[in-house]
């Protein structure tokens, strides 16, 4: 498998392929990360292309939400890398030796530390997923009708990134036993998920308007 430094230098279908071997990284996480990241790409795409005279009352709004959406598309690619890092610190802790009482407590120790770092990768893809979609929400009325399947297949990957690295997040949390951490890290998915889906539900109510019947 690719280093994780190599990770985001793939090709398409290589990066494909990494996910499909028998190993724990790359997995969900990284391929959440990189699904929102696309989405951002096209939300922005849709915004570049409303520009010109006929979009010139919006076109500079639309400039400055291409540009936030690139910064969010680079943010969630970085975390492709990272949830990557997140998890391998995992194995590693799980691979601590435990022969004594301190080595116990030692790895144990560990591995709720990396778990709990496992954890917050995708909680930051979920943050970065409802940011995209709160950008596409309040720009989705004034888009050019011919990018709306565009803006559209934008919306459609951020939602599924955020529902992928929510699952992440819960399968983490489930090893963790900090419940006061837990149940912290469980509202604020649950809270951006709800926000997530209310912003998709207003862009993609506005860009059915501008598809063909």
Same mark, same amino acid.
């Given at each position: 498998?690719?280093?994780?430094?190599? #990770?985001?230098?793939?090709?398409?279908?290589?990066?494909?392929?990494?996910?499909?071997? =028998?190993?724990?990284?790359?997995?969900?996480?990284?391929?959440?990360?990189?699904?929102?990241?696309?989405?951002?790409?096209?939300?922005?795409?849709?915004?570049?292309?409303?520009?010109?005279?006929?979009?010139?009352?919006?076109?500079?709004?639309?400039?400055?939400?291409? &540009?936030?959406?690139?910064? #969010?598309?680079?943010? &969630?690619?970085?975390?492709?890398?990272?949830?990557?890092? %997140?998890?391998?610190?995992?194995? %590693?802790?799980?691979?601590?030796?435990?022969?004594?009482?301190?080595? =116990?407590?030692?790895?144990?120790?560990?591995?709720?530390?990396?778990? =709990?770092?496992?954890?917050?990768?995708?909680?930051?893809?979920?943050?970065?997923? &409802?940011?995209?979609?709160?950008?596409? /929400?309040?720009?989705?009325?004034?888009?050019?009708?011919?990018?709306?399947?565009?803006?559209?297949?934008?919306?459609?990957?951020?939602?599924?990134?955020?529902?992928?690295?929510?699952?992440?997040?819960? !399968?983490?949390? &489930?090893? !963790?036993?900090?419940?006061?951490?837990?149940? /912290?890290?469980?509202?604020?998915? %649950?809270?951006?998920? %709800?926000?997530?889906?209310?912003?998709?539900?207003?862009?993609?109510?506005?860009?059915?308007? =501008?598809?063909?019947?």
């Amino acid at each position: 498998m690719p280093s994780t430094s190599q #990770l985001t230098d793939l090709s398409l279908a290589a990066f494909a392929a990494a996910l499909a071997e =028998k190993t724990p990284t790359p997995g969900g996480g990284s391929l959440a990360a990189y699904v929102v990241a696309c989405g951002a790409a096209t939300v922005s795409m849709a915004c570049r292309f409303t520009s010109g005279e006929k979009y010139a009352a919006v076109q500079e709004a639309m400039a400055s939400r291409a &540009a936030e959406l690139d910064r #969010l598309r680079a943010t &969630a690619l970085g975390f492709v890398q990272v949830d990557t890092d %997140a998890y391998d610190r995992v194995t %590693a802790a799980f691979g601590a030796p435990k022969s004594t009482d301190a080595e =116990k407590a030692a790895r144990s120790a560990g591995i709720q530390a990396a778990m =709990k770092g496992a954890l917050e990768v995708p909680l930051e893809t979920m943050r970065a997923a &409802a940011a995209v979609l709160a950008h596409a /929400a309040a720009c989705a009325a004034d888009i050019n009708p011919n990018l709306a399947s565009d803006c559209g297949s934008g919306v459609a990957c951020c939602l599924a990134g955020l529902e992928a690295a929510q699952a992440n997040v819960a !399968i983490n949390a &489930a090893s !963790i036993k900090d419940a006061e951490y837990v149940a /912290a890290r469980r509202a604020q998915a %649950a809270e951006l998920r %709800a926000q997530a889906l209310a912003a998709a539900e207003r862009a993609r109510a506005a860009l059915a308007a =501008k598809l063909p019947a």
